[in-house]
């Protein structure tokens, strides 16, 4: 299952109603078969400029971000329940891409360049390249003259 981010402004509520919202969204987070690794609070504040979500204007919110993974066929889902949903004023998934990890190993690191695997290569490419610089004008025209001279 990919790893999904899940931005959401919730609208100014008391703390009992912010916490059954939040129940009810990771509610349906697990009956589409995710799993919720983190839960961040990022609190109440401002929102940047005032937006209209169900017919109420919101100018603060609370901002929330759930780390989740869920498939893929979810978040369609789930982004529409969210749409309806009273309490949420703004959504947004976002696809974290998994970084590769590089084994990488001290030894390696403390050769000198010339010894370096990765180095070698580029020596190699460099010898069967042909260097632009070194390369010189021939003056062969077929001429007994050079044109050009006054």
Do not use: W
């Not at 401002?46 to 919110?61: I, Q, R």
């Not at 009273?86 to 360049?113: M, S, Y």
């Not at 010189?136 to 006054?150: A, E, H, T, W």
Request: aromatic share 12%; with cysteine.
């Amino acid at each position: 299952m990919p790893t999904y981010e899940l931005a959401l402004l919730l609208r100014n509520m008391p703390k009992p109603e912010l916490k059954t919202s939040l129940k009810r969204i990771s509610h349906a987070i697990f009956d589409c078969g995710g799993i919720i690794r983190n839960i961040e609070n990022l609190g109440f504040r401002p929102m940047p400029y005032k937006s209209t979500a169900h017919g109420m204007t919101h100018k603060e919110a609370n901002y929330f971000i759930f780390k989740i993974d869920t498939p893929t066929k979810a978040v369609i889902d789930l982004k529409e329940e969210y749409k309806r949903d009273v309490d949420i004023v703004r959504q947004r998934f976002f696809k974290i891409k998994e970084e590769e990890r590089k084994a990488c190993t001290l030894e390696e690191e403390l050769l000198p360049p010339a010894y370096r695997e990765d180095v070698q290569k580029m020596i190699q490419i460099g010898k069967t390249q042909v260097n632009r610089f070194t390369y010189k004008f021939k003056y062969n025209s077929g001429l007994d003259y050079y044109p050009f001279q006054k």
